[in-house]
């Protein structure tokens, strides 16, 4: 891979050199390649067979949590949160110490190493939210809380700027990873205004299936506003 410099950027194939465009900027690689009928079959592939069984398994995985929290990713999500999601997946899958190469999986993995994903890389809630906050789970009664303490909300949440007012918003959500369902809820606070004065204590019940096998998960937020003649408008500059 190569990065294209001067005033003229090219996009398409000329020769065996292959132009584009990404987020990093305009690059240029060689074409090539393997036939495909060949990774599919050639016993000196198998590495690359079981790694990409694995990729894929994350892949899809991952879109299924998405999904199910599509509800707080609207406005918060990066450009860059699924592959860094898929990432994650994978080292989930690769922590299965039951199942061979190829055929490990979420469920027999470590879900538990998603835990502090951040969807939005450039607004990480641990940036934005300074107050102390749990996520307790009752598998039991089938309830994932969040529970933030009192605070004042100029004080310890840290706000993009034309900011004037926020929310908190958390989600919940069980997933039959092998079925591919899930259930999930969501609740948010008012949408409050951001001063010095001091607010009580938010306490969010989530409600999934009692006495559920499938992981549970558990997503907290934080959501802008900007007040402009009374009519209050999300701010979607991505922090």
């Known amino acids: 891979m190569a990065r294209q410099n001067g005033i003229i950027k090219f996009k398409g194939t000329i020769g065996d050199i292959t ?3 990404t987020k990093d900027g305009h690059l240029a690689r060689e074409k090539g390649g393997l036939a495909a ?3 599919a079959t050639d016993p ?4 690359m067979r079981e790694n990409g069984a694995e990729f894929g398994r994350a892949g899809k995985t991952g879109k299924m949590l998405r999904t199910a929290f599509r509800t707080l990713l609207i406005n ?3 450009s860059r949160m699924v592959s860094r999601l898929t990432q994650s997946m994978v080292k989930v899958i690769q922590a299965d110490l039951v199942n061979e190469r190829g055929s490990r999986n979420v469920i027999d993995g470590e879900v538990e190493l998603l835990v502090g994903f951040d969807f939005n890389i450039t607004g990480k809630l641990g940036r934005t939210l300074f107050v102390p ?4 789970i009752d598998r039991a009664i089938g309830e994932i809380s969040a529970s933030v303490d009192p605070f004042v909300p100029a004080n310890m949440i840290a706000t993009p700027s ?3 007012h926020y929310k908190i918003i958390s989600a919940a959500t069980e997933i039959n990873f092998e079925e591919e369902t899930f259930i999930v809820s969501s609740l948010e606070t008012a949408i409050q205004p951001w001063h010095s004065t ?3 204590a938010i306490n969010h019940f989530n409600s999934v299936t009692p006495n559920s096998v499938s992981p549970l998960f558990l997503a907290l937020g934080v959501e802008f506003y900007q007040e402009v003649n009374g009519r209050m408008y999300p701010l979607k500059n991505g922090a």
């Open 76 to 78: 918060s999500a990066e």
């Open 198 to 200: 001091p607010v009580i």
């Open 19 to 21: 132009f584009y465009k």
């Open 44 to 47: 000196a592939f198998q590495r």
């Open 133 to 136: 906050f749990v996520g307790p």
């Open 162 to 164: 034309e900011t004037t």
């Open 37 to 39: 009928k060949r990774i």
